[in-house]
């Protein structure tokens, strides 16, 4: 792991062993931009993990891939899952990234059961793809910024 980033998470942690650190932090939300920023480690990114200490309340942002470092949790299946949603090129979520999403609060646990059930339907009524339908606008405005 990237010193640079172990630096700025210790900062904003009230261990002094970034072990212990890591354990602080929490996902809390995702983004993806149109525009390139940057990671604590100094990459380049447009897949933002918001984190959050739960001891310290600091908040910050990683990128996908050092976001795994210290949480152990593996991230691009949501972000794959939602760029294929928004692209048009998936019609439905995998249960991984739609527990995600309940976790963070953007789906309900109506909602949850509600697209695992219709997940692997053939068919919709259109009440069931309206509903869909605004459940995954709903996942894509809170993720997809421009």
């Given at each position: 792991?990237?010193?640079?980033?172990?630096?700025?998470?210790?900062?904003?942690?009230?261990?002094?062993?970034?072990?212990?650190?890591?354990?602080?932090?929490?996902?809390?939300?995702?983004?993806?931009?149109?525009?390139?920023?940057?990671?604590?480690?100094?990459?380049?990114?447009?897949?933002?993990?918001?984190?959050?200490?739960?001891?310290?309340?600091?908040?910050?942002?990683?990128?996908?891939?050092?976001?795994?470092?210290?949480?152990?949790?593996?991230?691009?299946?949501?972000f794959n899952g939602v760029k294929r949603?928004?692209?048009?090129?998936?019609?439905?979520?995998?249960?991984?990234?739609?527990?995600?999403?309940?976790?963070?609060?953007?789906?309900?646990?109506?909602?949850?059961?509600?697209?695992?059930?219709?997940?692997?339907?053939?068919?919709?009524?259109?009440?069931?793809?309206?509903?869909?339908?605004?459940?995954?606008?709903?996942?894509?405005?809170?993720?997809?910024?421009?």
């Amino acid at each position: 792991m990237n010193e640079q980033l172990k630096a700025h998470l210790l900062d904003l942690s009230d261990a002094t062993d970034f072990r212990d650190a890591a354990r602080e932090w929490r996902v809390t939300g995702f983004e993806i931009t149109d525009r390139w920023g940057e990671c604590p480690c100094g990459h380049r990114i447009k897949e933002h993990c918001h984190i959050e200490n739960k001891v310290t309340g600091g908040c910050t942002h990683v990128g996908n891939v050092c976001v795994e470092f210290f949480t152990g949790m593996g991230v691009s299946h949501v972000f794959n899952g939602v760029k294929r949603l928004a692209n048009g090129a998936a019609k439905t979520l995998s249960p991984a990234v739609i527990d995600e999403f309940t976790r963070l609060g953007h789906i309900s646990y109506r909602e949850r059961q509600f697209l695992l059930d219709v997940r692997l339907k053939r068919s919709r009524s259109p009440r069931q793809g309206d509903w869909e339908d605004a459940i995954h606008r709903r996942i894509i405005k809170h993720v997809v910024k421009s």
